[in-house]
C-alpha cells in the first residue's frame, strides 16, 4: 500500500528552524514528484513546495522562497522540507502527496500531516 508519513512538526518561535520529513512507502520516490502542502486553520489548502523526480527540479510558493529547502533522500525513500526564518503565518497542518507522475501536477496519495506552530 502507497503510504506517507509526515513528521517533524512542533512549536517554534518567530525566526526559528524545523526540518520536516515524509517517510514514503510502497512506492519508489524516484519515479515520482513529491509536494509539500499546508493548511491553516479558516483557510485554503495551499502548496508549498514540489520537487520533479525527473528532473530534480523543486518550485516553491512564493511566500516560502528563501526559506524553505525541499530535498530527497531516495535511498531513505524519504523527502525533507527544511523550514528556516520561519514566522507566524506558517503556522498550518504541513502534509506531504505523491503525483501521478514525475513531474508536478494532480497529487494521488495523501499522507497525515504535521502541526507546526510558530509564536511571535
Known amino acids: 500500500d502507497v503510504q506517507l508519513q509526515a513528521s517533524g512538526g512542533g512549536l517554534v518561535q518567530t525566526g526559528g528552524s524545523l526540518r520536516l520529513s515524509c517517510a514514503a512507502s510502497?512506492?519508489?520516490?524516484?519515479?515520482?514528484?513529491i509536494g509539500w502542502f499546508r493548511q491553516a486553520p479558516g483557510k485554503e489548502r495551499e502548496g508549498v513546495s514540489c520537487m520533479s523526480s525527473k528532473d530534480g527540479t523543486t518550485v516553491y510558493a512564493d511566500s516560502v522562497k528563501g526559506r524553505f529547502t525541499m530535498s530527497s533522500d531516495n535511498g531513505q525513500n524519504t523527502v525533507y522540507l527544511q523550514m528556516n526564518n520561519l514566522k507566524p503565518e506558517d503556522t498550518a497542518l504541513y502534509y506531504c502527496?505523491?503525483?501521478?507522475?514525475?513531474?508536478?501536477?494532480?497529487?494521488?496519495?495523501w499522507g497525515k500531516g504535521t502541526q507546526v506552530t510558530v509564536s511571535s
Open positions: 510502497g512506492f519508489n520516490l524516484a519515479d515520482y514528484a
Open positions: 502527496a505523491k503525483s501521478f507522475t514525475g513531474w508536478p501536477g494532480g497529487m494521488d496519495y
